[in-house]
């Protein structure tokens, strides 16, 4: 870590994912190790959405990273759990810049962080950096999906028009960065008094809108650079979370992953 940058802090969620969490955590903790992240210069700040199960007792284990256990949400679930975490996250740290991430993220090339904080300090209006798809499709893919929404969006605006029945129609090309792995100007957030979780909406989507309506950047990076330095199980916690049955894709794709993970890092030792 050079000189030049800020002090920053990661954030991140967990609910129940032991096998992800300790993934992901112990990625981090591989890049202090090697120097490539200067553990006087991070924090790392997990809070615990009373888990009461492995992965809690796991964090407690840790004296590298701060915890915060949140006990007893109540009846918030999903979403909103998730953003009175990362709004816990958010008070307690010093630093005027936050990596957000899910559990599901793993960075194999911790220069992500140098990159993206360099970007920021070249322009001081930008709030925000993080990519719009949660995947890397590909440029195929990803086009097709834009091609296929378009003409499902309007083919349900107009039957809503003409009082059909139809299901909600939806952008067809996705407006907001999402927070597997984001950087935020947190101390601009919190000299204009924003939060994550607003207007009970999914954590930081208002609040794009409301910084993008004040003249700041919110800037995107294609997954094909950011997926060069980074892995993210889609919906990865949710998956383990909602109980997805052993077909799902998804789940599949993330239990192989750990698998691929676990050899390469047994082989190492």
């Avoid at 129940?16 to 006087?40: P, Q, V």
């Avoid at 349900?156 to 029945?165: E, I, T, V």
């Avoid at 950087?183 to 008094?193: A, Q, R, Y």
């Avoid at 999914?202 to 294609?222: C, F, H, N, T, W």
Wanted: proline share 4%; with cysteine; charged share 20%.
């Amino acid at each position: 870590m050079t000189h030049t940058l800020p002090r920053f802090s990661i954030g991140l969620v967990n609910y129940k994912t032991l096998d992800l969490t300790r993934t992901c955590l112990n990625f981090i903790k591989s890049h202090f190790e090697s120097g490539a992240l200067d553990a006087n210069a991070v924090e790392v700040w997990v809070v615990d959405n009373d888990s009461a199960d492995d992965s809690t007792e796991y964090l407690r284990s840790l004296d590298w990273i701060h915890l915060i256990e949140r006990p007893s949400p109540g009846k918030e679930q999903g979403f909103a759990a998730h953003g009175e975490g990362l709004d816990l996250i958010l008070a307690a740290i010093k630093t005027d810049y936050l990596f957000l991430m899910h559990t599901d993220t793993f960075i194999y090339e911790p220069h992500i962080f140098i990159e993206c904080l360099q970007r920021m300090q070249r322009q001081p209006n930008i709030a925000a950096i993080g990519c719009l798809h949660q995947l890397n499709r590909g440029h195929v893919r990803l086009f097709w999906r834009a091609f296929t929404g378009f003409f499902k969006y309007h083919s349900r605006r107009l039957k809503q028009q003409l009082g059909l029945p139809a299901r909600q129609a939806r952008p067809y090309i996705e407006p907001y960065i999402k927070s597997f792995f984001a950087l935020w100007n947190v101390g601009l957030m919190k000299k204009l008094g924003y939060r994550f979780y607003m207007e009970q909406q999914i954590p930081g989507y208002v609040l794009q809108d409301k910084l993008a309506a004040q003249g700041y950047v919110i800037e995107r990076m294609s997954p094909a650079r950011l997926f060069r330095y980074l892995d993210h199980v889609e919906a990865g916690t949710v998956g383990l979370v909602s109980g997805y049955t052993a077909q799902n894709r998804r789940l599949q794709r993330k239990q192989a992953m750990l698998k691929q993970l676990q050899s390469q890092q047994e082989a190492t030792k």
